[in-house]
């Protein structure tokens, strides 16, 4: 089946010491996207990617960084984890044009824990 | 600017009885509407969207939505909850890029 999948699902770093996610997508969209969500909250937007093309949200700390290396991977770094960055990371993929025109796909998430 | 409103933070409803989750919105021109679902420490799962056409929008698990243009709203609707539904939901909105509400989380009552 197509998916969107995240690694590692559980993820424990330690202050300060740089940490990346993975997102891996089998569904061949353009667009893909990470999000951070905090407990029970809204899926706040940290930027996207629209096949090659990286649009960073204007809030979005310095401290994270993504990188696209190919359509089917899209990474997340964080710097310098702080405790306030831990959270819920999620990876999402949309596909434009068509019926499916701004339907995200999202992966099961990675949840960052900041010791 | 655009902007995504869910009023209650919590629903409570029976097994078996009607559901309505709230949703209302600002955007300053036509808008794409959608609701998620989250399940404990899991991604959201799209629902249903409203781009055009029929106000009533049906989506999976049984949920319909009503766009309604004069009040601004999107509520999500279930004619029968089931125990099963219980989760977070996210209305969202997109005018230049895609807002999610807060969410409201759903107990259905067995």
């Known amino acids: 089946d197509a998916m969107v999948i995240q690694n590692p699902r559980y993820q424990v770093t330690q202050f300060g010491k740089p940490v990346t996610l993975s997102c891996s997508q089998t569904l061949n969209h353009n667009v893909m996207y990470w999000y951070q969500q905090k407990s029970s909250q809204a899926p706040k937007l940290l930027f996207h990617y629209y096949d090659k093309d990286f649009n960073n949200e204007a809030d979005t700390p310095d401290n994270f960084q993504s990188r696209r290396p190919n359509t089917s991977f899209c990474f997340l770094d964080i710097r310098s984890p702080g405790l306030g960055d831990a959270a819920m990371y999620l990876c999402?993929?949309?596909?434009?044009?068509?019926?499916?025109?701004?339907?995200?796909?999202f992966g099961p998430g990675t949840r960052l824990t900041v010791l | 600017a655009q902007s995504v409103a869910q009023p209650e933070d919590q629903v409570n409803v029976a097994e078996g009885n009607p559901l309505t989750v709230k949703c209302t919105y600002s955007v300053s021109g036509n808008p794409y509407l959608f609701w998620y679902v989250q399940y404990p420490n899991r991604g959201l799962q799209f629902l249903l969207k409203y781009i055009t056409g029929d106000n009533l929008v049906k989506g999976s698990y049984g949920f319909e939505a009503e766009f309604n243009k004069s009040q601004t709203s999107f509520h999500l609707k279930k004619p029968s909850a089931l125990v099963s539904d219980s989760a977070l939901y996210f209305c969202?909105?997109?005018?230049?890029?895609?807002?999610f509400g807060k969410g409201t989380r759903l107990h259905i009552l067995p």
């Open positions: 999402a993929t949309s596909s434009p044009g068509g019926t499916s025109t701004d339907t995200q796909y």
């Open positions: 969202a909105v997109r005018d230049d890029k895609i807002i």
